[in-house]
Each structure stands twice: as structure tokens, then as C-alpha cells.
């Protein structure tokens, strides 16, 4: 099966760097994704990762290690917009994606 | 615009009646998805199915039944709600770069009293 790790929370000021570590189990890996998620909508993806290093979209940089089963999201020059749930998820044998239970970021000014 | 629409957005229903969420999607993807969200729990997957005629069990899919109709459609099926089936459900569909993102529709928030 497929499982994941991520803190609950984590709480931040405006400007500062956050980072949100993921370790998962997973029976096959196709990629390591991001998404976020505000209060009351749908999750919208933010990054991913199918090989080993860094990914950068803007702000938000996501990172993968296959050899630890361990990725981070990096968000930086947080902004009040930022305050959010965030979710990795991983992709494993015949399309199944599973999700971590999610991650509550919230930027103080 | 394309995308993923459900319906419906809201629905209550009482201990034992039966109903379908319907999901459609128009980004031409081969795999959809149906999640879960509870409070605290992330997103939990219920069914999937990888292309069209095929259809997968997730981590939860006890009082559920899907029916992948073509490949644009992927319904979910409660045939006798229970009170631990208040939730806010999404369906997905997967696509994009190394097929690694996957699109939501709105949700639909469904209470079983």
C-alpha cells in the first residue's frame, strides 16, 4: 500500500521560509506531487517531482530524494495568501495516488 | 472552460437512502479519481479508475461502488448512506506533465442524518 508523513502544522511570519517535509511508503513511484488547499475550495497542484533534486515554480520549490522516500516543499517570501493547507501525494503502480494527511500553514503578519 | 464538474455540490440524505455523485470530466484524461475529506484527514481515496473499463479500489471503499460510464464520465455510488459518510467528496482526473497532476472538481458536500 501507499502512506505518507507530514507535520499538521506549521506557523510562520510574513517574508519568512517555510518547509514542509514528506516521507512515504509506496509500492512503485511514478512522482511526488504538491497541492494546496484553502479553506472551503478544491486542492489545485503546485509542483512535483518524478526524479531526484530540485524543482522551482516561483516562490515555491519542491524537492525529491527516491533513495530516502523523502521530499520537501519550499515556500519562501511567505505571504498572507499562503496561509493554507498543503498535501504531498505520491503516484504508485497502476495509477493510484495517494495523499498525506496534510499540512496547516499559517502566516502571521 | 475545460475541467472537472460534479454534481451535485450539496445533498442530504437520511441513514439508508441511496444516491450518486456524478462526475464529468472534458480534459480528454484517461484517469479519474474519487477522494474523501474529513476534517483532519487529508484526502482519502475511495476508487480509481487508471483508463476507461477499468475501475480500482483505494484505501476506503467499503459503502461505495463506482461505474466508470466512458471516459468522460466516473460516477460514485452510496447504495445505503450511513452517518460515517458525511463528507466532502472530490473527483479527479489525472493528466499534465509525466501524468503527476491531477485537476478537482469543486466538491461535493454530502451529510448523512
Known amino acids: 500500500g501507499q502512506s505518507l508523513e507530514q507535520p499538521s502544522e506549521v506557523t510562520a511570519v510574513e517574508g519568512a521560509i517555510v518547509q514542509i517535509n514528506c516521507t512515504y511508503q509506496?509500492?512503485?513511484?511514478?512522482?511526488l506531487s504538491w497541492y494546496q488547499q484553502h479553506d472551503g475550495g478544491a486542492p489545485t497542484f503546485l509542483s512535483y517531482?518524478?526524479?531526484?533534486g530540485l524543482e522551482e515554480t516561483g516562490r515555491f520549490s519542491s524537492f525529491l530524494s527516491r533513495s530516502d522516500s523523502y521530499g520537501y516543499l519550499l515556500l519562501q517570501e511567505l505571504q498572507m495568501k499562503d496561509s493554507a493547507s498543503y498535501f504531498c501525494a505520491v503516484r504508485g503502480d497502476d495509477y493510484k495516488l495517494s495523499f498525506g494527511a496534510g499540512t496547516t500553514v499559517t502566516v502571521r503578519a | 472552460n475545460a475541467g472537472v464538474t460534479q454534481t451535485p455540490k450539496f445533498q442530504v440524505l437520511k441513514t439508508g437512502q441511496s444516491m450518486t455523485l456524478q462526475c464529468a470530466q472534458d480534459m480528454n484524461h484517461n484517469s479519474m479519481y474519487w477522494y474523501r475529506q474529513d476534517p483532519g484527514m487529508g484526502l482519502r481515496l475511495i476508487y480509481y479508475?487508471?483508463?476507461?473499463?477499468?475501475?480500482d479500489k483505494g484505501e476506503v471503499p467499503n459503502g461505495y461502488n463506482v461505474s466508470r460510464l466512458n471516459k468522460r464520465e466516473f460516477s460514485l455510488r452510496l447504495e445505503s448512506a450511513a452517518p460515517s459518510q458525511t463528507s466532502v467528496y472530490f473527483c479527479?482526473?489525472?493528466?499534465?506533465?509525466?501524468?503527476?497532476?491531477?485537476?478537482f472538481g469543486a466538491g461535493s458536500r454530502l451529510t448523512v442524518l
Open positions: 479527479a482526473t489525472l493528466g499534465g506533465a509525466g501524468a503527476n497532476v491531477l485537476t
Open positions: 509506496t509500492s512503485g513511484f511514478y512522482g
Open positions: 479508475s487508471a483508463s476507461e473499463g477499468t475501475t
Open positions: 517531482n518524478a526524479l531526484d
